[in-house]
């Protein structure tokens, strides 16, 4: 510490020695620039947005052509950085203040910079949302050397700042503070009216379909102030208690006698990752049909075009619409409700309508539980139970690390054995998942794909596709399971958007990047209805096939889908029902859906045994995942994942009647619990005997503990992810080792 006071004192001094130095001959080159510095302001506001830009979109070349074919939406962004540079003029320290706002400025755009080189949704004000979570984020988009190197760059930058607070020139002349505020007022008024007329002229816009492609399109400064201030919904011209009265009045009367009694089926959602019909893309040739089983099915069953809300990210905004029935496009620019407020309050669903009338209500994702804050996001939706990656067995990954989509039948399945009631089951799949590599990492694909301009996209396109190849094998192998189940269903499958390949309207063969595809299986006899559907009505849609009338929202989509006022309509209903005054519900305005006492997985870690030998204790039991972590007496221990009944402590001595439990962590430092099964008391004794790793011990406590090959995972496993959207939406990397025990010996102990 002295060291560095004696250091830091060195460095003031010499930039004191600067200052005497060249205060003399810097006052005219001074007296000059502020003489020119609304000029030097515009031209340092052009040069510094440039910079922004080509550190966004990673390529000089691609910031001059934003600047030279989108020069309306490139001027705007600058004037807003210009009108930043105003304050200058209300404060004398102005060097400092310049390099301040230069500062800001240039740290947004290497902000931005540093999250597009992992994930293809750019920053937003909604990661600010998640600044608690900012050492796993810094763990997931860049390894430790580029931290330091970007930390070091930061600090460095704020030692500057700071010496030049203390030793920068002053402006000497007198602060004309009634004509600097009324410069700056006026500037202001210039800059809303720049902005109304770029939004009448379209060089602008208030609705980001993609928020990627709107970062693109309309400029960094613009895009994030926008997703930083406008969120939530504006209430509608004419909201009113008579108004709304009147949409559910209406509804009501439409379906009055539409309700009959027969049971009815379990109902499955799947929304499949990325995943759409790789034959529309125009260029690309394909070896076979990669998608021959969604083929069929389209011809069997009701199907159709499915207009979803992003592009290329976005997995819970599409998600958002099939659940709740509410349209996005009456949110901020680039919102995501998952980040906003769904955090804050429940939102009448389907979950919560099925709920209503005896349903049981189960979300399924092969992918962290915590990812678009759906664990704490699915309890105000209706659910019941959450199964995440965190109870599944992780070991069958795809090249780039996502897990893959079958390991989601036997959870489906489960959530099916786990009540006597009919289930809606909403299930969210991960493996078609970005990044797509540009190197040839599959040596034998079964699809060949051709066609793309480049070796390295041929590459993306052809992993890609061969992802949705074995995504739609996994369809046929979820309905066969189902078929084998034995029981009703109605299984709704659909893509969440395209991927992130760089397509253009003028690629694919409907001319439209808002399409997927969406297909309607079951097994109790309806009928075939090809139509398009929008996310936000598939619901309502499959409710009105089975006869069930039932929700605010679904009532809405069934009654009056084919009416004149349908959108104005609906953005008064959902405008009441989240922000407004609810009179929906009636006269006290009350929401009826309470948060749900939600559990985190079907099955919870059941420890049934406890060994101790020679500082290493093994925990046996069922239901362990890598997620498994042990807790001694209340205290957090580094743990070893051995198998789906074995957790490993090492070097750790249990004291006689020490508590232990196992519990579900999701990733991170954070250490955040999302369960955790029974508390085992352990009392120690001398080990008499030795137990036998093989499957065929007698021991019952120790239920074939260390079967065959083990693998163990430490507890510093990282999880890295790209988000989004957007779905942010991830990449998770789960690091393991395997581990082989040869004996171990037996212990005591009971479970509390």
Request: hydrophobic fraction near 40%; aromatic fraction near 12%.
């Amino acid at each position: 510490m002295k060291k560095f006071k004696t250091w830091l004192g060195g460095l003031g001094k010499f930039f004191h020695r600067i200052h005497e130095r060249c205060s003399g001959p810097l006052q005219k080159p001074i007296a000059l620039a502020n003489r020119f510095s609304l000029v030097l302001h515009a031209l340092a506001s052009w040069i510094i947005y440039f910079i922004m830009e080509a550190v966004s979109r990673h390529s000089v070349a691609e910031a001059w052509t934003f600047m030279t074919d989108s020069t309306a939406a490139f001027a705007y962004n600058s004037f807003m950085i210009f009108m930043s540079f105003m304050l200058v003029y209300l404060v004398r320290r102005r060097i400092f203040m310049r390099l301040l706002i230069a500062f800001f400025w240039l740290v947004l755009g290497i902000i931005n910079g540093t999250i597009l080189s992992s994930r293809v949704t750019p920053f937003t004000g909604q990661d600010l949302h998640l600044i608690t979570d900012a050492l796993d984020v810094l763990n997931g988009y860049m390894s430790p050397s580029q931290i330091i190197i970007k930390v070091g760059g930061v600090v460095l930058g704020i030692v500057i700042l700071v010496l030049l607070w203390v030793f920068a020139p002053k402006y000497q002349k007198k602060i004309r503070y009634p004509v600097n505020i009324a410069g700056l007022l006026a500037v202001i008024a210039l800059f809303a009216g720049a902005t109304r007329l770029c939004l009448e002229q379209r060089v602008l816009s208030t609705y980001f379909g993609n928020i990627a492609f709107a970062y693109e399109d309309y400029g960094l400064p613009y895009c994030f102030f926008c997703s930083l201030l406008a969120t939530g919904m504006d209430e509608p011209y004419n909201y009113s208690e008579e108004t709304i009265q009147a949409i559910v009045d209406r509804d009501e009367e439409t379906l009055a006698d539409e309700d009959n009694d027969t049971e009815k089926p379990n109902i499955i959602f799947l929304q499949l990752e990325t995943f759409f019909d790789p034959t529309t893309v125009e260029f690309l040739e394909f070896s076979e049909d990669p998608i021959p089983n969604f083929h069929r099915l389209m011809e069997e069953y009701s199907s159709g075009a499915f207009k979803v809300p992003s592009v290329g990210a976005g997995t819970a905004n599409t998600e958002f619409e099939a659940i709740t029935g509410m349209n996005l496009r009456y949110f901020g620019p680039g919102e995501y409700p998952y980040k906003t407020i769904l955090k804050e309050t429940t939102c009448e669903s389907v979950a919560y309508d099925l709920r209503d009338i005896g349903y049981a209500t189960h979300a399924i994702h092969n992918n962290k539980a915590t990812f678009y804050s759906r664990a704490d996001v699915f309890k105000n939706l209706g659910f019941e139970t959450y199964t995440s990656k965190e109870y599944m067995d992780v070991s069958n990954t795809t090249e780039n690390g996502w897990l893959k989509d079958e390991v989601l039948i036997e959870h489906i399945l489960d959530c099916l054995d786990s009540t006597a009631r009919q289930d809606f089951i909403y299930t969210i799949s991960v493996q078609g998942h970005g990044e797509y590599p540009t190197e040839k990492v599959l040596e034998d694909p079964a699809i060949q794909v051709t066609g793309a301009e480049t070796e390295e996209k041929n590459n993306q396109w052809e992993y890609y596709v061969n992802q949705l190849h074995e995504m739609d094998q996994f369809i046929v192998d979820l309905i066969a399971a189902l078929d084998a189940y034995g029981e009703d269903y109605v299984l709704v499958m659909y893509g969440d958007h395209l991927p992130t390949l760089g397509l253009t309207v003028e690629d694919v063969s409907n001319r439209y990047l808002f399409d997927t595809t969406y297909v309607i299986v079951d097994n109790v006899g309806l009928e075939k209805q090809d139509q398009t559907l929008c996310s936000y009505q598939i619901a309502a849609e499959v409710l009105n096939q089975l006869d069930i009338h039932t929700g605010t929202m679904m009532q809405y989509h069934q009654a009056r889908r084919k009416t004149k006022w349908y959108m104005a309509d609906m953005e008064l209903l959902q405008y009441d029902l989240l922000y407004g005054e609810r009179y929906a519900y009636g006269e006290d305005g009350e929401s009826p859906y309470e948060p749900t006492d939600m559990q985190m997985g079907i099955h919870q870690p059941y420890i049934r045994n406890v060994v101790a030998l020679e500082g290493t204790t093994y925990v046996f039991g069922q239901n362990f995942t890598t997620a498994s972590k042990i807790y001694v007496d209340g205290e957090y221990q580094s743990t070893s994942f051995i198998n789906d009944h074995v957790l490993r402590l090492k070097k750790t001595v249990l004291d006689s009647d020490a508590e232990i439990a196992v519990k579900q962590l999701a990733p991170g430092k954070a250490r955040r619990v999302l369960s955790e099964g029974n508390t085992y008391s352990f009392h120690y004794e001398e080990p008499e005997e030795e137990v036998s790793t093989d499957t065929e011990s007698t021991d019952t406590e120790s239920t074939d503990a260390l079967d065959g090959g083990t693998q163990e995972t430490d507890a510093q496993n990282t999880d890295t992810e790209n988000t989004d959207a957007q779905e942010t939406d991830a990449q998770n990397t789960d690091t393991q080792n395997t581990g082989q025990d040869s004996s171990i010996q037996e212990g005591t102990g009971e479970a509390a």
